[in-house]
């Protein structure tokens, strides 16, 4: 039996689910091949389970940067600041050197953690998921850190922002 066919405007879709505020990370790797870091932004991180720690995020499957990432031992989700949303746009361009001009460190488990993130989680791909134009990919979680006094950067309606209390 084939799928029903979707009448869904697209425009319309992505206007609707842009009310759901959504935080803004950058998934990172070190390149097993030539050791240099990769990484791309993704909105669609999220936790999936306590027992075992378990978190997932998805990528398009139009991205140049997940076939080499996908092979490294650990990837790192860096949970952007406030005031990180150029990381955001560069980790999003095509064609650009990422992580030109930007400070980093290892992971414990060896994936870049990006200066001043609130936070970081740090696991090893555990399971992927084919999921339309996107794959799911849920990380099995070794390390993590968060700042405690981290604003992170938000966004809602195709902008960024920050939630004030």
């Given at each position: 039996?084939?799928?029903?066919t979707?009448?869904?405007?697209?425009?319309?879709?992505?206007?609707?689910?842009g009310?759901f505020?959504?935080g803004?990370?950058?998934?990172?790797?070190?390149?097993?091949?030539?050791?240099?870091?990769v990484g791309?932004t993704v909105?669609s991180?999220?936790?999936?389970?306590?027992?075992?720690?378990?978190?997932?995020?998805?990528?398009s499957?139009?991205?140049g940067?997940?076939?080499?990432m996908?092979?490294?031992?650990?990837?790192?989700?860096?949970?952007?600041?406030v005031?990180q949303r150029?990381?955001?746009e560069?980790m999003?361009?095509?064609?650009v050197?990422r992580?030109?001009?930007?400070?980093?460190?290892?992971?414990?488990?060896?994936?870049?953690?990006?200066?001043?993130?609130v936070?970081?989680?740090?696991g090893?791909v555990?399971?992927?998921?084919d999921?339309?134009?996107?794959?799911?990919?849920?990380?099995?979680?070794?390390?993590l850190?968060?700042?405690?006094?981290?604003?992170?950067?938000?966004?809602?309606?195709?902008?960024?922002?920050?939630?004030?209390?």
């Amino acid at each position: 039996m084939n799928p029903p066919t979707s009448t869904i405007d697209t425009a319309h879709f992505r206007y609707v689910l842009g009310h759901f505020a959504t935080g803004v990370t950058t998934v990172t790797a070190l390149d097993p091949a030539s050791h240099r870091p990769v990484g791309l932004t993704v909105n669609s991180f999220a936790s999936v389970s306590l027992r075992p720690p378990l978190v997932s995020f998805c990528v398009s499957r139009d991205s140049g940067s997940w076939p080499v990432m996908r092979t490294a031992d650990r990837l790192c989700v860096n949970i952007l600041g406030v005031e990180q949303r150029a990381v955001c746009e560069r980790m999003a361009a095509p064609r650009v050197d990422r992580f030109q001009g930007l400070d980093w460190e290892l992971s414990p488990g060896g994936a870049p953690v990006l200066a001043g993130v609130v936070a970081w989680v740090e696991g090893a791909v555990e399971a992927e998921h084919d999921a339309g134009d996107h794959v799911i990919v849920v990380l099995r979680v070794h390390h993590l850190h968060g700042q405690p006094d981290g604003q992170p950067l938000l966004f809602l309606g195709g902008r960024y922002g920050r939630f004030t209390h």
